[in-house]
């Protein structure tokens, strides 16, 4: 499975913007999807995922009430919308996919393809 993200850029803080990741190939298997982060000198983590069947979602909890992951099965693609986005979000974004119906994970080592990253800089 490919994963590309995109969406990434430069935003002010209490701006919105929208990650996208669509996946390719071995589309024979049902995923949940999460993205992660990265900031410089942090190790990643865990920002949101969703199940494959929508019904599931989680957030890490600096973000619940700002960010809403979703998917579109038949795009084959996960959204993440952020809004009041702050200067703290800044890093760079992955998208990741597990083998997995039911529950999705929200430990990184869980996942089976990560795409290539998309950077987002909010400024203050």
């Known amino acids: 499975v490919q994963l590309q993200a995109s969406g990434g850029g430069l935003v002010q803080a209490g701006g919105s913007r929208r990650l996208s990741c669509t996946a390719s190939?071995?589309?024979?298997?049902?995923?949940?999807m999460a993205w992660f982060r990265q900031a410089p000198g942090r190790e990643r983590e865990f920002v949101a995922s969703i199940s494959w069947s929508g019904v599931y979602t989680y957030y890490e909890d600096s973000v619940k009430g700002r960010f809403t992951i979703n998917r579109d099965n038949v795009k084959m693609t996960v959204y993440l919308q952020m809004t009041n986005l702050k200067p703290e979000d800044t890093a760079v974004y992955y998208c990741?996919?597990?083998?997995?119906?039911?529950?999705?994970?929200?430990?990184?080592?869980?996942?089976?393809?990560w795409g290539q990253g998309t950077q987002v800089t909010v400024s203050s």
């Open positions: 190939g071995g589309t024979r298997s049902r995923y949940a």
């Open positions: 990741a996919a597990e083998v997995n119906e039911r529950r999705p994970n929200v430990v990184a080592n869980q996942y089976d393809y």
